[in-house]
T-cell receptor
Framework: DAGVTQSPTHLIKTRGQQVTLRCSPI?????VSWYQQVLGQGPQFIFQ???????GRGNFPDRFSARQFPNYSSELNVNALLLGDSALYLC?????????????FGPGTRLLVL | SQQGEEDPQALSIQEGENATMNCSYK?????LQWYRQNSGRGLVHLIL?????REKHSGRLRVTLDTSKKSSSLLITASRAADTASYFC?????????????FGSGTRLLVRP
């Protein structure tokens, strides 16, 4: 079975631009979570979606938004990019809605903001 | 602030030796998980231990949990060069009506051949 997939793998943007990152969960998984990982640190929770509804939101500004589609894939949007948004963005899926469950991570999208 | 903090930040050992990493957290938890990350790629789940469990094994991995001290340890026995990676603990933290998963800053393990 295919694991969690993310696209694109790498992205370069300039300050003020907008970016959309995509994630496809493992087949049968209904929950998708997004994390931001800055170099040298652990992943920081951004959002969790379950059954197309937002389940949880971390301490990120409103420039960050996400949605989940009927096929359970998800998009993360970041507006008005700042240099500090440069990071590895990780998507994780799980079968149910509990964030305490084992999370299955994708390879990530590496975003560089210039 | 981080819920979980790993100790040490970095660890260098010889192949065949054991590696022990520790994690401390601040609030009560349902589960504690350990993940591995190779060279800034996606995280791989290693083991989940529930709050009512004290010890769990998986192959060469042994995890302990002490909820009274709010701490956990990950032991990798007979380490291999392929174990070189960053290791993170993750705990669930309640926020309003839901939970979020909080990762520590990680332990970078280097296993020398």
């Amino acid at each position: 079975d295919a694991g969690v997939t993310q696209s694109p793998t790498h992205l370069i943007k300039t300050r003020g631009q907008q970016v959309t990152l995509r994630c496809s969960p493992i087949s049968g998984h209904k929950s998708v979570s997004w994390y931001q990982q800055v170099l040298g640190q652990g992943p920081q929770f951004i959002f969790q979606y379950y059954e197309k509804e937002e389940r949880g939101r971390g301490n990120f500004p409103d420039r960050f938004s996400a949605r989940q589609f009927p096929n359970y894939s998800s998009e993360l949007n970041v507006n008005a990019l700042l240099l500090g948004d440069s990071a590895l963005y990780l998507c994780a899926s799980s079968p149910g809605g509990g964030i305490q469950e084992t999370q299955y991570f994708g390879p990530g999208t590496r975003l560089l903001v210039l | 602030s981080q819920q979980g903090e790993e100790d040490p930040q970095a660890l260098s050992i010889q192949e065949g030796e054991n590696a022990t990493m520790n994690c401390s957290y601040k609030t009560s938890i349902n589960n504690l998980q350990w993940y591995r990350q190779n060279s800034g790629r996606g995280l791989v789940h290693l083991i989940l231990i529930r709050s009512n469990e004290r010890e769990k094994h998986s192959g060469r991995l042994r995890v302990t949990l002490d909820t009274s001290k709010k701490s956990s340890s990950l032991l990798i026995t007979a380490s291999r060069a392929a174990d070189t990676a960053s290791y993170f603990c993750a705990t669930d933290a309640r926020m309003d009506s839901s939970y979020k998963l909080i990762f520590g800053s990680g332990t970078r393990l280097l296993v020398r051949p």
